[in-house]
Structures are given as C-alpha cells and as structure tokens.
C-alpha cells in the first residue's frame, strides 16, 4: 500500500532542499511595510492626569477643542512636542486631541513654533516609525501644515529631513489606503472668534491649509480602471507623501530640494518649469 508522503517546506541551499518531498518556499519577506506597536505615549499619561488646558465639545458640525486659555498663552515649548507627541494614537479621544490640537497650535503659534522646531522632531520621526497608515496620513497632513505655520519653519526643518524622509521613501510609491483605518474626512472650516467674544477661550477647530493648491500637478493612482475616492479625501499615502514633498521644497529654501533627492532618489523638482 502506497503511503502519502507530506510536502516538506524548506528553504533554498540546504540539505533539505534535495529531499524528493522537499518543497523549496521563498526567503522571508523583509516586513519594511509591516506595522511596527508604538509605546505608550507621554501625551496619554498627561491627557489622563488632566493637564491639559482643554476639553471636548460637540456641535452640529461635529466635534472640536473647546481651550479654556488663550492658545496663544501657551508655553510652545512644553505643550507643542507633547501633541506631537501624540500623533502616535489610533484611538479615541486620545487620537483627536491630539491631531486637532497639533493644527491648533499651529494656526495660532506664529514665531513661537520656530524655535521649537528641534524637539519636535523625535516625535514626527516616532509617528512615522510606527508603519501605520492612519498615523502616517495624520502625520503627513500635520508637517504640511507645519512647514506653512510660519516663516522660516520650512528651512528651519532641513537640517532634518535625513531623519524624517527615510520613510517617506519607503512609502512613496504606495498608492492605495486602508480606508478601514482612516480617520473621516474633517468638516467644513470657520474662523475662531474674536478676542472680544464671550466664546473666546473655545476656538473653533479649523483644518489645516490644503497644500494642493500650491502643486504643479497631480500623479495617477495605480488602480487600473477602479475609482480610488481616497484621492479626493487626501488619505492616498503615494500623493500624500507627494504633497509633503513638493511643500518642503518649495517652503526649504535654496537647499530643500537637493537634501530631498538625498534622501528620496526618484523624486523631482515640481519648481522647475
């Protein structure tokens, strides 16, 4: 009676791998792509101490931070790496303190986020470390908006860009999203109140400025003939990252665009005409 011998999975130049039964798999794959667990983040450990000027409030256009001090009394120093800090979180309320105080912060800092630029990087660089979509997209929106949030910002962060690219030159020709993953789309923005307002201290949360009206041109999806809808919603890492680019250039000043194609060989200069 015949016996049924069992496929045996080896790997490439061994011994094994001469056996008539021997089934030779491919190497492992490298996992440059695979979600990496962040550690707790020091902004969930203040947000639940309550140290935090802040609290949610809820209107017909959705949620915003309600700031129970003038943002533009804060200490930049110690509240600004805190929220970038906590660019890490997928979860709620952590998620959105977090990314709406970061925009916040930067819509209202002008020349007090400059000189904050060197301890905000380790955050970003830890963000973008963690391989995970939805932080990777919240993340790119978050240093377009930043390289915007003042003068010198953008050149302010070259210095920087070998430890902020190598990822985005991972990703860079990506073309799709976990749309499961993604944050919805942001609301409709409106302009906080005046000074003189009773409402003052509760700022209406407003979205960062949508850098696409300062590109040369768009880039195709790689989805054959299906519709990708998260190209209109900007949760496409590949244009995302695109985006990103073209802002720092053309925010970088004169040596943007060389320490760029340092870090990103395939990526080419959208100031040229």
């Known amino acids: 009676m015949l016996r049924n011998k069992t496929e045996l999975k080896t790997e490439g130049f061994t011994v094994k791998a001469t056996m008539k039964n021997s089934v030779v798999v491919g190497p492992p794959a490298a996992g440059a792509f695979r979600e990496r667990p962040s550690k707790p983040t020091t902004f969930r450990k203040f947000y639940e101490r309550g140290e935090f000027p802040m609290a949610l409030e809820h209107d017909t256009k959705g949620n915003r931070i309600a700031w ?25 309320p952590y998620e959105f303190f977090a990314r709406q105080g970061v925009h916040d912060m930067l819509e209202h800092g002008g020349p007090k986020i400059q000189p904050v630029i060197p301890q905000l990087i380790i955050p970003i660089k830890n963000a973008l470390n963690t391989r995970n979509r939805q932080v990777i997209c ?41 749309r499961s993953n993604l944050p919805p789309p942001s609301g409709s923005p409106s302009s906080p109140p005046s000074s003189s307002s009773p409402l003052a201290h509760s700022v209406t949360t407003s979205p960062a400025p949508d850098p696409g009206l300062f590109l040369s041109s768009g880039f195709p999806v790689n989805s054959g003939d299906g519709i990708d809808y ?44």
């Open 230 to 273: 998260s190209q209109q919603k900007r949760e496409n890492i590949g244009d995302l990252i695109q985006e990103t680019l073209e802002v720092f250039e053309r925010y970088g000043g004169e040596d943007a665009f060389i320490n760029i194609k340092y870090m990103v060989p395939t990526y080419e200069s959208c100031m040229i005409s």
């Open 138 to 178: 919240t993340t790119l929106k978050v240093l377009q908006h930043l390289v915007m949030s003042g003068d010198m910002v953008g050149e302010a962060l070259v210095p920087y860009y070998r430890q902020i690219l190598p990822i985005l030159n991972i990703f860079k020709n990506m073309n799709t999203s976990r």
């Open 68 to 92: 129970k001090v003038e943002i533009e009394k804060l200490d930049y120093h110690h509240y600004l790496p805190l929220f970038f800090d906590g660019l890490c979180e997928t979860v709620h």
